[in-house]
C-alpha cells in the first residue's frame, strides 16, 4: 500500500508570486478556498503565511528618508559669481563689498587664507571700480571684526560670524552709528584707552619690559594676532605661565598698544589653529606653545 505524502508543494504565479511546502490539511483549504463562490468564504485560523517579497519593505524605508522634511528650510545656494554675492549680501559700502568678496572667495572657492590681490581681482570680475584708498577701506573691515590677520603676512581670513553673509546678507552686522558731541569731536578719532586695575598675576610685577630675549620689539611686531602671542610670550617670562584673556588688555596697554578684549578671541583662534598657542582647561588662560616660541623668532 503507498504511503501518503505529509506535504504538498503549493505553487502561485502571476501578479503575486508564492512558493512553499505545505500540510496535506493546508492544502485541502486552499482548494477549498479556490473552489467556494465569493464571499462565502470563511477564514479559519491557521499558520501565518511568510511576508511577501520582504526585500522591498527596506527600499521603502530608505526612499523615505530621502524625501526633505516639509519643516526642513531650504538651503539657499551659493552664488555663482562675485557680483552675484554683491547682490545677495546686500553690501552697500566699499568695507561691506570687500567682505562680501572674502566671504564669496572663502565659501565658494574654499580659499583657507586670501590677499589683498585676490581681492582686487574679485572686483575686477564683478566690473566693480577698485577702490582708490583699498588699503584703507580693507583695514575698516578688519576693525569691524569681519577680516581677520592670518599667520602669514599679507595673508587674511574671514570671520566666523560673516558665515552666513551669502545667504543672510548684513542684517544684524552693520554697527550702529552714533551721534558725535562737541566733547567727542573735540577728542577727534583718538582710540580711548581703557582704564584697568592691576591684574592680580602682576601685582608682585615692578616693570614691564619692551622687550624679551633676543625677540623683536612689542612695538615692531606689526600683526595684532602676533603681538597678543607676544604678550603670552612675556608673561611667561614674568613667571605668569598662562596669561587671561582679562589680563590681555591690560598687560598691551603697559607695551603701548592695547589689544582690546573684543579682538582677542578672534586673534586667538589663529594662533591657536597654527598650533602656536592653546588655553589651559582648569581657568581657560592663553599659553605659548614651544612651536609659539619658535615662530617669534622668526618676525
Do not use: C
Not at 3 to 20: K, S, W, Y
Not at 169 to 198: C, E, F
Not at 257 to 265: E, F, G, N, P, T
Amino acid at each position: 500500500m503507498t504511503e501518503m505524502p505529509n506535504e504538498v508543494h503549493l505553487a502561485l504565479t502571476g501578479r503575486i508570486a508564492f512558493e512553499q511546502e505545505i500540510s496535506v490539511a493546508q492544502g485541502a483549504q486552499v482548494i477549498a478556498i479556490v473552489q467556494s463562490p465569493a464571499g462565502l468564504v470563511r477564514a479559519t485560523p491557521g499558520p501565518e503565511p511568510p511576508a511577501l517579497l520582504p526585500e522591498l519593505a527596506p527600499a521603502r524605508v530608505e526612499n523615505a528618508r530621502e524625501l526633505p522634511s516639509p519643516d526642513e528650510p531650504a538651503q539657499q545656494p551659493l552664488p555663482e559669481s562675485p557680483r552675484q554675492a554683491l547682490d545677495t549680501s546686500g553690501a552697500k559700502t566699499v568695507p561691506e563689498k570687500i567682505t562680501a568678496f572674502a566671504a564669496y572667495l572663502t565659501l565658494v572657492e574654499d580659499h583657507e587664507t586670501f590677499s589683498h590681490q585676490d581681492l582686487r581681482r574679485l572686483f575686477e570680475r564683478a566690473r566693480e571700480r577698485i577702490p582708490t584708498h583699498f588699503s584703507r577701506e580693507f583695514d575698516k573691515a578688519v576693525r569691524a571684526g569681519w577680516i581677520h590677520e592670518g599667520t602669514t603676512k599679507g595673508a587674511y581670513y574671514l570671520s566666523d560670524s560673516l558665515r552666513n553673509l551669502l545667504s543672510d546678507g548684513y542684517a544684524g552686522h552693520r554697527g550702529k552709528r552714533t551721534r558725535r558731541t562737541p566733547a567727542t569731536a573735540a577728542r577727534g578719532n583718538a582710540r580711548r584707552k581703557p582704564s584697568l586695575s592691576v591684574p592680580d598675576d602682576f601685582a608682585e610685577v615692578d616693570h614691564i619690559p619692551a622687550t624679551v630675549g633676543g625677540l623683536l620689539p612689542y612695538q615692531q611686531v606689526k600683526l595684532k594676532r602676533d603681538r597678543l602671542l607676544w604678550a603670552i610670550r612675556l608673561a611667561k617670562e614674568l613667571g605668569i605661565p598662562a596669561l587671561k584673556g582679562t589680563d590681555v588688555t591690560w598687560l598691551t596697554d603697559k607695551l603701548g598698544d592695547a589689544i582690546l578684549s573684543r579682538d582677542i578671541s578672534a586673534h586667538f583662534k589663529g594662533l591657536h589653529r597654527d598650533g602656536l598657542a592653546n588655553r589651559s582647561v582648569v581657568d581657560n588662560a592663553m599659553r605659548i606653545t614651544e612651536k609659539g616660541e619658535e615662530y617669534l623668532f622668526t618676525l
